[in-house]
């Protein structure tokens, strides 16, 4: 529960901005709270202003994977620091930090800094439309790919909580092309291509939704959208803000085997400051100003901060990929409980370190299914699991993140906090 402070801070910001927040999920209104306001983090564990204490597996929506204010990096940020916050012109770590997310996926041959999940999405949209000079593409009901006007339908996350699937503000001309199919299920796409095939640009899709909580892909359908993008010289873009470089160093591609035209990343890409990318096949980014005619741009895009933080966390990655095995395992841990601890009642999806819990006796596959929780259950186990010292999504509707600061006592007293839970629910 929000302390006093949060409470003194809350209304004050209520005052200036909307909703006293700066994204809607932090609101808390999901889940009929105050939000407690932050003011430090280190490792596993965040601390507000009131001086609480809790295991945070929020992880600042997943880019903390080593954890906060990892030693290394916090270092590398003060050193950049010294020599200057963002120039708006090149600079040498720019080109280290593209080398080293070509290593981690090789799909991406060229690619583009931008500065949030958002941008990048929005750019690679853009970029397969000039590339295929084609306007429609293809997304999935209950996946997120951030809030340009095109992409805003049939959203998840925020939007998902809220009830508010669609967005005021957007015109009916910006999203016309914009086709919507349901996730995992390779037959409402095959009618959307047999309907407009030669149309389509691209399906954009995230290859283990996570912003409707998480859904992992059934079997066989990423390698479906392969191919049918393939048949139909369409492209698929893989929207990995989420599962790139944590579910594998090489993300979801290599998790799943799979390789997509296009790749759109954030997150840890910057190791928890702005920083995000959008890259694939060269031919197709050779289309983006200043080589070919999609124009993007910004002043901001490759600040040396924000990549200093990506890099160190990438080679941090690259060279401890234990990371992966103990993240997986400990997430495994977790869900194994809530499974015994809720029977049932609930659904628990996992992903490599990315989880759900869902309170409803349904198996979550789809949007549809996701909806089908009972949120006001959520909201009390949201509730009981912050009084306790766990820190969780106040959403039901979006991801549990598991970092490598997380220890095996914090993995236990979490275990327990879960199992009490049940006489509460």
């Known amino acids: 529960m929000a302390g006093r402070k949060s409470e003194v801070l809350f209304g004050n910001s209520q005052e200036l901005m909307p909703g006293g927040v700066n994204s809607p999920v932090r609101a808390f209104r999901a889940v009929h709270q105050n939000p407690v306001f932050i003011e430090k983090a280190k490792g596993s564990k965040i601390y507000d202003v009131d001086g609480n204490v809790y295991i945070d597996y929020v992880c600042s929506w997943g880019p903390g994977i080593l954890g906060h204010a990892e030693e290394h990096v916090v270092d590398a940020v003060k050193a950049a620091c010294e020599n200057g916050l963002t120039f708006g012109a090149p600079t040498e770590k720019e080109y280290i930090i593209a080398k080293l997310v070509q290593e981690f996926m090789p799909s991406i041959e060229m690619l583009r800094l931008v500065n949030s999940g958002t941008e990048a999405a929005m750019s690679a949209i853009r970029a397969a439309r000039g590339f295929t000079e084609r306007d429609k593409i293809i997304k999935f009901r209950g996946c997120y790919h951030g809030h340009s006007d095109g992409l805003l339908v049939k959203a998840g996350s925020g939007a998902l909580t809220q009830s508010v699937p669609d967005s005021l503000g957007v015109p009916q001309g910006y999203t016309e092309s914009t086709l919507v199919a349901e ?243």
């Open 183 to 425: 996730y995992n299920d390779i037959t409402s796409v095959e009618k959307l291509f047999e309907e407009s095939g030669n149309e389509i640009a691209a399906v954009i899709v995230e290859p283990v939704a996570a912003n409707m909580g998480v859904v992992p892909p059934a079997r066989d359908f990423l390698n479906k959208l392969r191919n049918i993008t393939n048949k139909h010289n369409s492209l698929l873009i893989f929207d990995e803000v989420i599962t790139g470089f944590r579910l594998a160093p090489g993300g979801a591609q290599e998790y799943y085997d799979i390789v997509p035209d296009i790749t759109v990343l954030g997150k840890i890409v910057g190791g928890g400051m702005p920083l995000a990318a959008y890259g694939g096949r060269k031919d197709i980014m050779e289309v983006v100003a200043p080589l070919g005619g999609v124009y993007q741009a910004g002043t901001l895009s490759g600040n040396p901060v924000a990549v200093t933080a990506g890099i160190e966390t990438l080679k941090i990655l690259g060279k401890n990929k234990e990371i992966y095995n103990k993240i997986e395992k400990n997430t495994t841990k977790l869900r194994n409980v809530m499974e015994n601890t809720f029977g049932n009642s609930v659904c628990v999806n996992q992903a490599g370190s990315l989880m759900s819990v869902f309170f409803t006796c349904q198996k979550v596959i789809d949007y549809s299914t996701a909806v089908t929780s009972d949120t006001e259950k959520y909201a009390k186990y949201f509730c009981y699991m912050l009084e306790n010292g766990v820190y969780i999504a106040p959403s039901q509707f979006e991801a549990m993140f598991i970092s490598a600061a997380h220890t095996d006592e914090d993995i236990e007293i979490t275990c327990d906090i879960i199992r009490k839970t049940a006489e509460l629910l």
